[in-house]
């Protein structure tokens, strides 16, 4: 009798973990989706720590180079003056 469970057991224990894989694949793809979600997040907290920095800068560029042209129309309109 022993003899005949043996096999019944042996494939009870085999179907009982073939639904292993399949959680471990759900697994697999729940970690690589989390994973990209925070990649993604990292990106994009990079990218506006970036923006923060850079505004500053076009800011004071920007200012800079409206005071260029405001110093250079007078210059030429100084010019066009004198070549009258």
């Given at each position: 009798m022993t003899r005949r469970l043996?096999?019944?057991?042996?494939?009870?224990?085999?179907?009982?973990?073939?639904?292993?894989p399949e959680n471990l694949q759900t697994k697999a793809d729940n970690l690589s989706r989390s994973l990209e979600t925070k990649a993604d997040l990292l990106e994009n907290e990079?990218?506006?720590?970036?923006?923060?920095?850079?505004?500053?800068?076009?800011?004071?560029?920007n200012a800079l180079l409206a005071?260029?042209?405001?110093s250079a129309a007078p210059a030429d309109n100084a010019a066009g003056n004198t070549g009258q």
């Open positions: 043996l096999p019944v057991l042996a494939l009870l224990a085999l179907a009982g973990c073939s639904d292993e990079a990218s506006n720590g970036v923006d923060a920095a850079i505004a500053p800068l076009d800011n004071e560029a005071q260029a042209d405001n």
